[in-house]
């Protein structure tokens, strides 16, 4: 079965802390991987992987996908408490890009 | 620029009732439109999606039915709603927009549905 596992489920960290989330997946016709944040409403996007490898960055936040381990991480560095949110992993597959979400992770970062 | 909307967005509904929840976007056209239910501390599950004006796809049997009356427009609706059916509802597009093809979707504001 197509599934999505993050981990941690939820991480208290204090401001400048670096922090690294994951994100397991199995998927039969996978697309991409793709990371949101997650604040009150709606998620926002952060990134898109399809290559392995190949880190994506933007500003203190960064990712990378390894296809062949079918894992990806989130990392966030000199953490701020704007910071907090859930950050949710989703795979795109089929053919309108349908995405599949993990539970998320709970990110509080505190003063 | 592209811009979703969804409205409304708190509803409080009781048992049995009808609703109708709807999303609209603005700024391209013939995109993909999709439906995701949020529930309290859960990740997002996709309900249904559409490719084109009439088309719809189910991705889990439920209560619920959506449809695509226009290019631009996907309603959400249930004939009677059961307590499950809370949660958190959100729109999302995915296409081409100012010339630029995305293929990452984009969210719309959401409308937090509480069902009693």
């Known amino acids: 079965e197509d599934k999505v596992v993050q981990s941690p489920l939820s991480l208290v960290v204090h401001e400048g802390d670096t922090v690294t989330l994951n994100c397991s997946y199995e998927?039969?016709?996978?697309?991409?991987l793709l990371w949101y944040k997650q604040e009150k409403k709606a998620p926002t996007f952060l990134f898109m992987l399809t290559s392995s490898g190949i880190e994506k960055k933007s500003g203190r936040l960064s990712s990378i996908l390894d296809k062949k381990e079918l894992f990806s991480i989130l990392n966030i560095t000199a953490t701020q408490t704007g910071d907090s949110a859930i950050y949710l992993c989703?795979?795109?597959?089929?053919?309108?890009?349908?995405?599949?979400f993990g539970s998320g992770t709970q990110l509080t970062v505190l003063p | 620029s592209q811009t979703i909307h969804q409205w409304p967005a708190t509803l409080v509904q009781p048992v049995g009732s009808p609703l109708s929840l709807e999303c609209t976007v603005e700024?391209?056209?013939?995109?993909?439109l999709y439906w995701y239910r949020q529930a309290a501390g859960r990740g997002l599950q996709l309900l249904f999606y559409?490719?084109?004006?009439?088309?719809i796809s189910s991705e889990v049997p439920q209560n619920l039915s959506a449809s695509r009356p226009q290019d631009r427009q996907f309603i959400l609706s249930s004939k009677k709603l059961l307590l499950s059916d809370s949660g958190f509802y959100l729109c999302?597009?995915?296409?081409?927009?100012?010339?630029?093809?995305?293929?990452?979707?984009?969210f719309g504001p959401g409308t937090r549905l509480t069902v009693l």
């Open positions: 998927v039969t016709n996978f697309r991409s």
């Open positions: 989703a795979y795109s597959s089929g053919s309108a890009r349908q995405l599949t």
């Open positions: 999302a597009w995915l296409g081409t927009s100012g010339g630029k093809t995305y293929n990452e979707q984009f």
């Open positions: 700024g391209t056209s013939n995109p993909n």
């Open positions: 559409s490719v084109g004006i009439g088309q």
